[in-house]
């Protein structure tokens, strides 16, 4: 992973320098004739790489990278084009924009997240050298610098862990990841209940999904406790850790990418670790139900009756809608156990959601407008979309059912994923307008490089996480 360091403007001695660009914008002063003839042809568009060779002279390779309108999007998406396009390169140099023109975490992020690539085992021999140090000619600023490195570093976390293929991700593997990531950070604690407690305390929904498979599932419960903290966010996130649909079996093109179907809980685990490496003053409390949703002689079947944590019934007719299942044990935990302020959950809970939003934006649910909307402007922050959708009240009665409190999927078609948020609702139960659901099925893997986002799972979450958690 590259590393920053600031250099004095007036010190530059480089072989590749780094011009940021923005149409309309004057480039600084004292850049050779050739790089400002160029310039003037360049469009400045986010993350566009120009790239200036100059042979036998110095610097010997000028790149325009464009920042956009030099909001935070264009930055970080210059950020990112800059990283893929320097790959082979191991040190350059930029000249920021005097004034407060640089937005340095979003170029930072950019950076970092636009050279992950995700590996199994060890780099090949003749893997490309990895651009190693980025030196920045401006006004240093290393908070800027150690929150962006924070933030990215939980991101590609969550990648990893998202990437892992499913024969080696079980539940229990995920467990061990987390609690080796979180010791490295005072005041992180980490419990991992196996089956036999689940059953002891009435985790019906988490036994039931994960009884297929022979690799048991888990409850992981991380909990980031600073002494000032006046607030207590419970973030909860589906950790399926792959998904067949179970006896309602996927078609199988549907079910090749399952792997991915624990991005919530990916997502939730590394913000919490996050959230210490930066020691925001907040307690914040990662629940990730982990399960395995297979096909066996001891799956749960269609029209099974599930008793969740508390006591409240499901009547399950699909085994395909296995993440709610989780997710209303440990919802029903978190309010009744752990006394939060605020609960958000993250889940690739539905297809539906891609089909409503597309495949970059994530779908957001609340009662709450005031809640809603710092958890949107901390997405839109952070370059992650989300949109908010309704929790209709009059849906509510396609969920009812003659065997149980609920049926977990809906008697009419339609609203997939609006269906799936109330159902949720109801296991938020008296903290239900203090709830916040994403249902981030399709913004949480790409299928090409694009900007600050690389190929397979996206980490979708965790930079949106960060921003609110500090912004409460
Ligand atoms: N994990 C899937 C949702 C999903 C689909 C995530 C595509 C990412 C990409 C979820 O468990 C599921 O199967 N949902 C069903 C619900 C239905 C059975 C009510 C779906 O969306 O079809
Ligand atoms: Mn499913
Ligand atoms: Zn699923």
């Given at each position: 992973m590259p590393t920053f360091r600031f250099i004095d403007p007036a010190d530059v001695d480089a072989d590749t320098l780094v011009v940021p660009t923005r149409a309309g914008v004057p480039l600084p002063d004292g850049l050779p004739a050739d790089v400002v003839a160029l310039a003037v042809d360049h469009?400045?568009?986010?993350g566009v790489v120009e790239v200036l060779p100059r042979p036998t002279q110095r610097p010997s390779k000028v790149l325009l990278v464009g920042v956009g309108d030099g909001g935070a999007s264009g930055w970080r998406a210059a950020g990112a084009g800059l990283a893929r396009s320097t790959a082979r390169t191991s040190t350059v140099t930029v000249v920021l924009p005097a004034g407060d023109d640089t937005d340095l975490r979003a170029f930072a992020e950019g950076v970092l997240l636009g050279s992950y690539r995700f590996r199994l085992g060890?780099?090949?021999?003749d893997a490309p050298p990895a651009l190693d140090e980025v030196l920045l000619a401006g006004t240093p600023d290393e908070a800027a610098l150690a929150t962006a490195r924070a933030t990215a570093e939980a991101t590609m976390l969550a990648r990893d862990l998202t990437n892992m293929p499913s024969d080696e991700k079980t539940p229990e593997w995920f467990a061990e990841q987390v609690s080796a990531a979180a010791a490295a950070y005072d005041g992180l604690t980490i419990s991992v209940r196996e089956p036999e407690q689940l059953a002891a305390e009435g985790f019906g929904g988490i036994l039931a999904v994960g009884?297929?498979?022979?690799?048991g599932p888990r409850l992981v419960e991380l909990t980031w406790s600073p002494?000032?903290?006046?607030q207590h966010v419970v973030l909860v996130g589906k950790g399926i850790t792959f998904d067949t649909g179970g006896i309602s079996i996927k078609p199988r093109d549907a079910m090749k990418l399952m792997r991915k179907d624990m991005g919530g809980a990916a997502a939730v685990v590394a913000a919490t670790i996050a959230a210490a490496a930066l020691r925001l003053p907040v307690r914040v409390t990662a629940l990730a139900p982990l399960a395995e949703n297979l096909v066996s002689g001891s799956a749960f079947r269609p029209g099974d009756v599930i008793r969740h944590y508390g006591g409240r019934t499901s009547e399950s007719n699909n085994s395909d809608a296995e993440g709610r299942l989780v997710l209303a044990d440990a919802l029903a935990y978190a309010v009744d156990r752990l006394d939060p302020d605020l609960i958000v959950d993250l889940a690739t809970l539905t297809g539906a959601n891609a089909v409503a939003l597309g495949k970059r934006t994530a779908a957001l649910y609340s009662d709450n407008d005031g809640l809603a909307k710092s958890f949107a402007e901390a997405a839109t922050d952070a370059g992650e979309q989300v949109w908010r959708m309704p929790l209709?009240?009059?849906?509510?009665?396609?969920?009812?059912?003659e065997l149980a409190d609920l049926s977990s999927i809906a008697s009419e078609g339609g609203a997939g994923s609006v269906m799936a948020a109330l159902y949720l609702a109801e296991f938020a139960g008296p903290l239900r307008d203090r709830w916040v659901h994403i249902d981030m099925s399709a913004p949480s893997w790409i299928e090409s490089d694009s900007s600050e986002l690389s190929k397979g799972a996206t980490g979708w979450g965790v930079r949106t996480l960060l921003r609110w958690l500090a912004s409460l």
């Open positions: 469009s400045g568009k986010g060890a780099p090949r021999p009884g297929g498979s022979s690799r002494a000032q903290a006046t209709t009240t009059d849906y509510r009665d396609f969920l009812s059912s």
